[in-house]
């Protein structure tokens, strides 16, 4: 598997439970934008999967969604 292969996994499990996490706290985009101090297009990218987050951010997000930061890249079990 390639670089860039990875990077698109990653970037879209990555999108994939920053919206699921978000939507079951019942967070909008601008909720946790304001809760982790980015501005509101930054999330929209992150759940577009268009930007990659920093680990900074990463662990910011999962504070604000009360999950680890392991939960925002791993691909979910299907015990959930």
């Not at 999967?49 to 999962?62: E, F, G, P």
Request: hydrophobic share 40%.
């Amino acid at each position: 598997m390639s670089d860039s292969r990875d990077k698109e996994e990653i970037l879209h499990t990555f999108a994939e439970n920053l919206r699921r996490y978000r939507t079951q706290k019942g967070l909008t985009q601008l909720d946790l934008a304001v809760a982790v101090g980015l501005d509101l297009r930054q999330i929209k990218r992150y759940e577009a999967a268009t930007s990659t987050a920093t680990i900074v951010y990463v662990c910011r997000i999962a504070d604000a969604l009360d999950v680890s930061a392991g939960d925002l890249l791993t691909n979910p079990t299907n015990d959930m």
